[in-house]
């Protein structure tokens, strides 16, 4: 177990290298920001030359690879970071010098016990693409076939828990300040973030996500996921189709190769709306580096580390939250945010509404290149604080995806309007399962299995609940024991801390002052 004053030590140097971007200004002046982190901000800064303009990208890549990570995930909480912060840290790229091919050799061999020959007839020893946590190389199978290899940086594994292990630490201190930074929750933005990259760190969960994509999208034509090569995939290493085609984000080459643009920006929307509402299970990373369009114009999307799931309820609620968005029904938007607990019922669903109205008239009817989902969904954001509504994970994924998606279909044709090619597709897959004749049919099938589960469920009551009687609790975030409880029952005081705080700061401290006189 790591000790605190081990996490305060890397919480000071990492906040040195935000002092030095200029990454720390904003939130340290945020009236929300709670006293001890404005106070631990100020001895990270001590004695930095700060930047007239903030670089939160660069920050966190200066930082390292889990950084990186934390970055692009914060990209979607502007409610958590501010909307300066979070707007550039949408241009964090994950991208870092590639490791050496010997070292990715050795990866390979050890993971399968065999030989690289063995598997492979031959492999470029130049990647194709390294990023924080793996780098791809392109290679041949011993059958002859093209293929595209994903290794897990060495030591990764190791690097990426170490700094979880802290990001969990100082979020449970932040939440247990309580005001606005227990409303945001941080505890879980960082629950979840572990939960995504513990997916990434894992390549057989990747390639299975993969596989289950193509599943869901295999009747939707125009749209393809490439091919896993399961005797060529362990935790470290996937074997994917390798995929000849032109990044959708070169508009110039497709332009040249004949596509119809609009068409293809169209596709694009739809195909994430089939696999957002109708799938419940979508490509959450779909940047412009992770499509690629083949000659016959099919879309192909690669790199699935970072995947959504919505249950049916929350996606029946999300399509009509669009939908009312579209139409503008915000009384109907306004009474679905309360029917989902999204909004404590103690707030007043017709002033919810107006909230919503004023932030979705001045958008509505307008193209993409004057107003867009994007800044809808920012001032979506910016009304939950009044209405005390609490983080939805599920959402802001869906969010962050969203914007990419808008932002790769506004390039492709400028004209696109959001709400018009998806409101035919919602307005579809609302009458499909919100229908009476679904409603009725969903009912008999849940009344049916309710039956069926009853004796089992008798069965586990028994088991759970002893004759003294209780109730069961929810499930909870990992324990995470804070200074001050530590401090109470070990009866010690604060010198320790104050002494890693030191031991930080000078270290930091004299690195920078190194890096002047060099």
Do not use: C
């Amino acid at each position: 177990m790591t000790r605190p004053s081990t996490h305060i030590f890397r919480l000071l140097k990492w906040g040195r290298t935000l002092a030095r971007h200029g990454a720390l200004r904003g939130i340290e002046r945020d009236a929300n920001t709670p006293p001890p982190v404005r106070r631990l901000m100020r001895v990270a800064r001590f004695g930095t030359m700060q930047p007239k303009e903030p670089d939160y990208a660069g920050a966190f890549r200066a930082i390292g690879p889990a950084a990186i990570k934390l970055g692009q995930t914060l990209a979607t909480r502007p409610d958590l970071v501010g909307e300066e912060a979070a707007h550039n840290l949408l241009s964090l790229q994950d991208s870092l010098p590639p490791v050496p091919f010997a070292q990715i050799r050795e990866q390979i061999e050890r993971s399968f016990e065999r030989p690289l020959e063995e598997l492979f007839s031959h492999v470029d020893e130049e990647p194709v693409g390294a990023a924080s946590i793996a780098q791809v190389h392109k290679a041949v199978t011993t059958e002859g076939r093209d293929v595209a290899i994903k290794v897990l940086r060495p030591g990764i594994r190791e690097k990426f828990a170490e700094d979880i292990a802290t990001y969990e630490w100082a979020a449970a201190h932040l939440e247990a300040l309580g005001g606005e930074a227990k409303r945001l929750r941080p505890r879980l933005t960082i629950a979840n973030f572990k939960r995504w990259t513990n997916q990434e760190l894992d390549l057989r969960r990747e390639a299975a996500s993969a596989s289950e994509l193509a599943e869901a999208m295999r009747g939707v034509a125009g749209y393809h996921i490439p091919d896993i090569d399961w005797d060529r995939t362990n935790g470290r290493v996937m074997t994917i189709e390798w995929i000849d085609g032109v990044k959708i984000s070169n508009r110039e080459a497709l332009v040249a190769a004949g596509q119809d643009l609009p068409d293809l920006a169209q596709r694009l929307v739809l195909a994430f709306l089939t696999q957002a509402i109708a799938g419940g299970f979508f490509h959450a990373d779909m940047h412009q580096g992770n499509l690629f369009v083949k000659a016959d114009g099919t879309i192909v999307a690669i790199d699935f580390g970072i995947m959504g799931r919505i249950d049916l309820r929350a996606r029946q609620w999300l399509a009509e939250i669009l939908y009312g968005l579209i139409t503008g029904n915000y009384k109907r938007v306004a009474e679905i945010h309360f029917e989902a607990q999204y909004v404590p019922s103690y707030h007043d669903v017709g002033e919810f509404a107006t909230a919503l109205r004023a932030v979705g008239e001045p958008m509505r009817g307008k193209p993409v290149s004057e107003l867009s989902v994007g800044q809808m969904l920012d001032g979506l954001f910016a009304i939950t604080r009044d209405f005390d509504m609490q983080t939805q994970p599920h959402l802001l994924l869906l969010q962050k995806t969203m914007v990419m998606v808008e932002g790769i279909a506004t390039q492709l044709d400028p004209s696109i309007n959001m709400w018009e090619t998806s409101a035919p597709y919602v307005r579809s897959w609302i009458r499909d399962e919100l229908g009476p004749e679904a409603a009725i049919a969903d009912k008999l099938r849940t009344d049916a299995q309710t039956l069926l589960r009853i004796p089992d469920l008798v069965r586990r009551i028994e088991d759970r609940f002893p004759a003294k009687g209780g109730a069961p609790e929810q499930q909870p975030l990992g324990d995470v024991e804070l200074i001050w409880d530590r401090r109470e029952r070990q009866g010690r005081g604060w010198g320790g801390y104050v002494v890693a705080m030191l031991a930080g700061g000078l270290l930091v401290y004299g690195g920078t002052v190194l890096g002047w006189l060099g």
